[in-house]
C-alpha cells in the first residue's frame, strides 16, 4: 500500500492565486519531499524537509511537516499557467531505503 | 552529465514475452530504484538496490527481477510480460556516496511506456 495520502486529487485555480497541497503518511520518517511531474515526463525534486524540521521555504514554494499529525502541506504562491503538473509528496522512512510515494495532486493553473 | 537514463522510451510486447528495460546513471549513485505509474496514480516501488550485488523487494516485485552488477546500470526485467504490466515504469537514482542516503534527493529517468496486449 502507498504511504502517502494526497488531497485533493485534483484542484483548479487561476493565475495569481496560491494552491495548497496536502499529504499524510503512516510510519516514521527520516524526511519527507516534494516532487513536481509534467505530463508524461520523469519527476523532478522541488524539495526536501527532514523529520526535525518544521517549515522550509524555496522560492515560492513553502513546506510544512507535522510529524505528530503524520502529514505535510506544499504551497506555491503566485501560481503560473506553468506550475500545471501533478505534484507527489515522497516519504524517506526510518529503516527503509527506498522513497514511498504518494498518490499525487492533479494542479491546473488557468491563464 | 546524462542523469538517469532509460530505454526504450516506449515498448509494446505480447503476453508472455519476456523483455528488460534499461536504466544507466552516470552520478556515482548508490541507490536505485524501479518504480511503475498505472493512469492517475502515484508511483509504486517495484524493486531497489543499495549498491552493487545488493538488490530488495518493494511493495510490487512479482513478475520482475533485478539485478546490479556495476553502480551505473540496474536493468529490469519483465519475466513473461501480462497486461497488468501495462503500466509506465520510472528508474530512480540517489546517493551519491555510501550511507549517504538519508536525507538526499532522487533524481529519475523519463520513463518507459509499456504495452502488454
Known amino acids: 500500500s502507498q504511504q502517502g495520502e494526497e488531497d485533493p486529487q485534483a484542484l483548479s485555480i487561476q493565475e495569481g492565486e496560491n494552491a495548497t497541497m496536502n499529504c499524510s503518511y503512516k510510519t516514521s520518517i527520516n524526511n519527507l519531499q516534494w516532487y513536481r511531474q509534467n505530463s508524461g515526463r520523469g519527476l523532478v525534486h522541488l524539495i526536501l524537509i527532514r523529520s526535525n524540521e518544521r517549515e522550509k521555504h524555496s522560492g515560492r514554494l513553502r513546506v510544512t511537516l507535522d510529524t505528530s499529525k503524520k502529514s505535510s502541506s506544499l504551497l506555491i504562491t503566485a501560481s503560473r499557467a506553468a506550475d500545471t503538473a501533478s505534484y507527489f509528496c515522497?516519504?524517506?522512512?526510518?529503516?527503509?531505503?527506498?522513497?514511498?510515494f504518494g498518490s499525487g495532486t492533479r494542479l491546473q493553473v488557468q491563464p | 552529465n546524462a542523469g538517469v537514463t532509460q530505454t526504450p522510451k516506449f515498448q509494446v510486447l505480447k503476453t508472455g514475452q519476456s523483455m528488460t528495460l534499461q536504466c544507466a546513471q552516470d552520478?556515482?549513485?548508490?541507490?536505485m530504484s524501479w518504480y511503475r505509474q498505472d493512469p492517475g496514480m502515484g508511483l509504486r516501488l517495484i524493486h531497489y538496490s543499495v549498491g552493487a550485488g545488493i538488490t530488495d523487494q518493494g511493495e510490487v516485485p512479482n513478475g520482475y527481477n533485478v539485478s546490479r552488477s556495476t553502480t551505473e546500470d540496474f536493468p529490469l526485467r519483465l519475466l513473461s510480460a501480462a497486461p497488468s504490466q501495462t503500466s509506465v515504469y520510472f528508474c530512480a537514482s540517489r546517493a551519491p556516496f555510501p550511507g549517504a542516503y538519508m536525507n538526499t534527493e532522487a533524481f529519475f529517468g523519463q520513463g518507459t511506456r509499456l504495452t502488454v496486449v
Open positions: 515522497a516519504t524517506d522512512d526510518t529503516g527503509r531505503r527506498a522513497l514511498t
Open positions: 552520478m556515482n549513485h548508490e541507490y
